[in-house]
């Protein structure tokens, strides 16, 4: 039995017919910068996270979403090819009849049309590096 899993990321609305991103404070390139200099690698990258670890997850844009797992850990998945839309839309499912989430699964981008989602590109996961918050000096 295959388990289908969503992951709804950052809330978007709908303003005057333009989705706007619920998130504010600077341009998106601003954010994104941001939130990728927020962590630093600390360690060799890994296969696999388990999934019933995971506690939430962040899409960065197109090609880096971030896992946080219980304990506070988080791995970042950068996956190898631009996965389009993702950024924009900030949310994905997977399928998986395992409990972990792998580098050779692909995510599916949900994109909102009309009164529902649908299922977008499908893209391949890379390596989940596992990182930790950069220390202010």
Known sequence: MKKRLLLALATTIAIGGVATSAVSGG???ERRAKALAAYEPSG?????ITLSQV?????IDDRTIDFKMAG???YRNTLPHS???LGFEQRFSYRTSLNQLCNVDTIRVLQSFGSGLH???GCGLGKFQPMQKVQSK
């Open 27 to 29: 341009s998106v390139s």
């Open 44 to 48: 060799e990258p890994v296969s696999c």
């Open 55 to 59: 506690r939430s997850s962040k899409v």
């Open 72 to 74: 506070g850990k988080v």
């Open 83 to 85: 996965c389009p839309s």
């Open 119 to 121: 299922e977008g590109a």
